[in-house]
Structures are given as structure tokens and as C-alpha cells.
């Protein structure tokens, strides 16, 4: 079980930027497949962004050339760069392990985007 804690969010208006930051603790994180998640209001939680221990990237259809997924496995942290934001990507955005692990969820970063 990782320990995470997800940070960076904010309110943003449509066509902005944010960088979210996830930092897990415990020295087995870069064994780890990683992933963003998000949460919007009234809706299932959904898997935005995968990376894997070697660094492959993969996201979902909706975020696609505007979202960036990295990990930096010195610091143990995992970075969701999100670009062109829109009103539709406002959420609780949460990082865990991928497939993930239901006892890792933390309190997550809330996003807004609105003018």
C-alpha cells in the first residue's frame, strides 16, 4: 500500500493551465504503474491518464493532447500537466496506483474551470 497526496489545484478559467503534483510515499512507488483519476460532480470516478514503471503514457479519449502525465521516481512523485482546460474537465482529481488500490485514495485536488 502507497501513501499519496495529491496537490495544485485551483480555479482556472476555460483554456488555462495547471500542473497537479502527487507525492507517495515509501521507496516501492517506482514499482508501480501510476495513474490520474477524477471525480465530477454527480458522476462515477473515471481514469484519466495511466504511466507506466518505464515511463509509457496512455490516456483517456477526453484529455487526449492536453494532458500530460509524468513521474519522477527520485521524489516519488507523479505530475498530471493539464492544458486547455475546459469547463467539462472540472473535478476531484485523484492520483493512485493503476489498476488501483481502494486503501491508497487520498483526499484528492479539486479543479475548477469557469470563467
Known amino acids: 500500500q502507497v501513501q499519496l497526496v495529491e496537490s495544485g489545484g485551483g480555479l482556472v478559467q476555460p483554456g488555462g493551465s495547471l500542473r497537479l503534483s502527487c507525492a507517495a510515499s515509501g521507496s516501492i512507488f517506482r514499482l508501480y504503474d501510476m495513474g490520474w483519476y477524477r471525480q465530477a460532480p454527480g458522476k462515477q470516478r473515471e481514469l484519466v491518464a495511466t504511466?507506466?514503471?518505464?515511463?509509457?503514457?496512455n490516456y483517456a479519449d477526453s484529455v487526449k493532447g492536453r494532458f500530460t502525465i509524468s513521474r519522477d521516481n527520485v521524489k516519488n512523485t507523479v505530475y498530471l500537466q493539464m492544458n486547455s482546460l475546459k469547463p467539462e474537465d472540472t473535478a476531484v482529481y485523484y492520483c493512485?496506483?493503476?489498476?488501483?488500490?481502494?486503501?491508497?485514495w487520498g483526499q484528492g485536488t479539486q479543479v475548477t474551470v469557469s470563467s
Open positions: 493512485n496506483s493503476a489498476p488501483y488500490d481502494s486503501r491508497s
Open positions: 504511466i507506466t514503471r518505464g515511463g509509457s503514457t
